[in-house]
């Protein structure tokens, strides 16, 4: 494998609709105001991400007649992004709003309930995932034993990564000092022969500036580009065409609650926040793509070169995660049990993502 990569990602109608999650909508009926306000943190440092947050948060007290509101908070607000799980637990915040690969460290099976290198490939098969496959339910039943309750997945987009020098193909990551978020990627990165570091969003800029790191990763255009990143490097590295990230094409967040706070709901509330829920992913989805179409003559007017990796990247990468796939789901009972429902989906001819030569020799401790 190193010789190859040497030689060479109906009780509430008030959500009807896909954009409904930033529109006023009618009051749920019988609701009483009581003054209850949730203290929501996401991590979200700042630019689109951060004000389609704070919009969608201005919306949750007129939709619910004044029965809950969100007090919103942008990364570090009130505590460091890999403190949201211990700040939701102990009442220090309410709800959190976190990109969900930072809960691996204390439910190692949430490895598996986001995006992964070159896993499930589109938002719209997480979808079927979470909503069709039993995910959303395992999901929670995991973060009830953490004292949480996980409402549901925020629909993100691609991560793209940014650098300093020119990366034409997965070779010229040996030896780069990247920022990526942990896990999986960061092992596939490192197989590659990038000298690897974990990051908060919130760090990458200064990072960058100081040369401390070569290489990012981090969401999509619009949001990287209102973060900087293009005062810091000069190249973008994406996939092949139609293949926005060759490591990451999609990234979840997630709206997780304390479970003292939902408890304390009504039952019409509690359905009342899954279903803004969903509808908040897609409005959240499609405005942040909104926004990267639009970035992109912002990087360009910079003088930001983009270079794309081949197909032939793609495959070896592939290999690369392959094994890695399973090692981290042998780490952990509901880890293999979550993916071994994406692997059976990756394997079908809905997809056909993973061949059984490509998982030849590889086993599942179930």
């Not at 979808?127 to 997945?153: K, N, S, W």
């Amino acid at each position: 494998m190193t010789e190859r990569l040497t030689n060479r990602r109906n009780a509430m109608r008030t959500l009807a609709g896909a954009g409904a999650a930033t529109l006023a909508a009618p009051h749920i009926a019988g609701a009483q105001a009581n003054g209850t306000t949730w203290k929501i943190q996401t991590s979200w440092p700042g630019g689109t991400g951060l004000q389609i947050f704070k919009d969608w948060c201005a919306t949750i007290v007129e939709k619910t007649g004044g029965e809950l509101a969100f007090q919103p908070f942008g990364a570090n607000d009130v505590v460091g992004d890999f403190q949201l799980y211990d700040a939701v637990k102990n009442g220090v915040l309410n709800a959190v709003n976190p990109f969900t690969i930072y809960a691996q460290g204390i439910i190692p099976a949430a490895t598996f309930l986001t995006s992964y290198p070159l896993g499930l490939r589109q938002p719209s098969e997480w979808d079927v995932f979470f909503y069709g496959l039993g995910g959303l339910e395992i999901a929670r039943e995991l973060y009830a034993a953490q004292g949480m309750y996980y409402v549901g997945p925020v629909q993100h987009g691609a991560n793209i990564i940014h650098s300093k020098v020119p990366i034409r193909s997965i070779d010229d990551f040996a030896g780069r000092k990247m920022r990526l978020p942990g896990g999986m990627v960061s092992e596939v990165f490192s197989e590659i022969g990038a000298e690897t570091t974990v990051l908060p969003g919130s760090e990458i800029f200064p990072a960058l500036e100081k040369g401390t790191i070569d290489v990012a990763d981090y969401t999509g255009p619009a949001v990287n580009y209102a973060l900087g990143f293009s005062q810091v490097t000069k190249y973008i590295i994406m996939g092949p065409p139609g293949f926005m990230s060759v490591y990451q094409p999609v990234d979840l967040m997630d709206i997780t609650v304390g479970q003292s706070s939902w408890d304390a709901l009504s039952p019409a509330m509690k359905q009342f926040v899954e279903m803004e829920t969903k509808a908040y992913s897609i409005h959240h989805h499609a405005m942040i793509q909104k926004a990267d179409e639009e970035a992109w003559a912002k990087f360009e007017a910079d003088g930001t070169e983009i270079n794309r990796l081949s197909q032939d990247d793609v495959e070896l990468m592939t290999e690369v995660a392959v094994p890695i796939w399973f090692n981290y789901a042998n780490r952990d009972p509901n880890a293999a049990r979550i993916f071994k429902i994406q692997l059976d989906y990756m394997m079908s001819g809905s997809l056909g993502y993973v061949t059984p030569e490509q998982i030849e020799g590889l086993t599942l401790n179930l």
